[in-house]
């Protein structure tokens, strides 16, 4: 339940405006929906304009992020590409929108609690740019949190220019958060369901029916521009890899929960640790810490191509998931070197003052890591119907639902991003016990952390409403 003095807050703000009809509210939501739509399409228009000038020099906007980038005509001096890209970042951050930083969403959700939902206008367009700026320069960094912020901005700014009640304002910046989860993923549950676990403050019909409303607007304007198909492709599991008469398979899915809820405290612990070094321990202002961290990511991606023909770890990082999900995973020891990696340049990217989400870097570390695991299961235990592939999508979800707290919609999205009805049991397993996992180690998700540091606490739970 909401603490005593919030809940004050919100009734005495709610008291000040006049509620606008439920009908109003749905065609604003409507507008919102497609607002949030096109801002995913504008925002990843972006990331791959910036991401063949960086990597290919020519103008591009069309970029396939699931295909591995080729070898850069530069060589070497790729590894100024993150750098260049982090000059600019710092440069908008510094001057024109601090909230940018970071990965997003802790932002939409300290505007909601601490600052009555109002988010600038501002934010939207310096977030889509220096967040497309970082994934398309290489940054370790999603598209997640860029989109929810974005989002969030759009149904802030019209709830500030038609004025209405508290309530309905965090619905309008909830509507812009499914939305824009939504549109860019091709998940329309799953966006609203992470606007309903980490965003909506109370959950009754006259909020949830704006943000389906908003969700499936913006879902249909995705599939326009970026059409209607999943996000990834399993061809391996086109025939069920479970059978109820082999159940034994599900226990190893507790070890993978268990594993993928202590990575999800790593992950947690190692992003904020990097941001502590750089804040406190490395010397110079922001331009030259950001910079510094990016100069290293590029030192690592350009590494992995020397040693292994791919970049692997740069930008969202999708390319080396496909090849996991389509069996075309690297050799087991790899995979264990990607997964650290990917963790280390994640941190740099974030630490040093990045701009980006914490979804597709949680992705990539859940399916490295439950592939490995899948290949060591089924090296030891042959006699076991073991997929890797089918760990590497429950890995996903394990690390997503564990790191951000958001269980059911980590559960439903990788369901919706890979449109394969067999990966329920296991992912709800694996999910369930990453979360309690992470729970008992680390009370706060990877969002709630940098508020608490901040001495902003969020409630444990929502308040709920009949009608």
Known sequence: MFEEKREDQFSRDSDNYKELAPLVLCLLAVLIGMGAGLGAVIFRGLIGLF???????????????????????????????????????????????????????????????????????VVAVIKSIASALSIGSGGSVGREGPIIQIGASFGSTMAQIIRMPFWQRITLIAAGTGGGIAATFNTPIGGILFAL????????????????????????????????????????????????????????????????GLISVVFIKSIYAFEDFFDTRVKGNYYQRHALGMFLVGITMYFLMLTSGHYYVEGVGYATIQDILSSAFPAFYLLVILFVLKLIVTSLTLGSGGSGGIFSPSLFLGATVGAAYGI????????????????????????????????????????????????????????????????????ESIYTM???????????????EEN
């Open 376 to 443: 060591f299961i089924r090296h030891f235990i042959p006699g076991l119907a073991i997929s890797p592939v089918a760990f590497a999508v429950a890995g996903m979800a394990g690390v997503v639902g564990g790191a951000t707290g958001a269980a059911i919609a980590a559960i439903v999205m990788i369901f919706e991003m890979t449109l394969d009805y067999n990966v329920i049991i296991p992912m709800t397993i694996t999910v369930a016990i990453s979360y309690g996992v992470r729970k008992v180690l680390c009370k």
């Open 51 to 121: 991401h063949n000038i960086f990597f290919l020099g020519k103008l591009s906007f069309y970029y396939d992020a699931n295909i591995h980038t080729p070898k850069s005509p530069w060589g070497a001096l790729i590894i100024l590409a993150p750098v260049a890209g982090a000059i600019v970042v710092a440069f908008l951050v510094k001057n024109f929108a601090p909230e940018a930083k970071g990965h997003g969403v802790p932002e939409v959700m300290d505007a909601i609690y601490y600052n009555k939902g109002i988010i600038r206008p």
């Open 450 to 464: 940098k508020l608490a540091r901040r001495g902003h606490r969020l409630p444990d739970s929502m308040r709920r």
């Open 197 to 260: 676990e980490l965003i909506m403050v109370e959950i009754s019909a006259r909020t949830l029916v704006p943000v389906v409303i908003a969700t499936a607007t913006a879902t249909y304007i995705g599939r326009m521009f970026f059409g209607d198909h999943p996000s990834f492709v399993i061809p391996s599991l086109e025939k069920p890899y479970f059978h109820i008469t082999a159940p034994v398979v599900l226990f190893t899915y507790v070890g993978l929960g268990i594993l993928a």
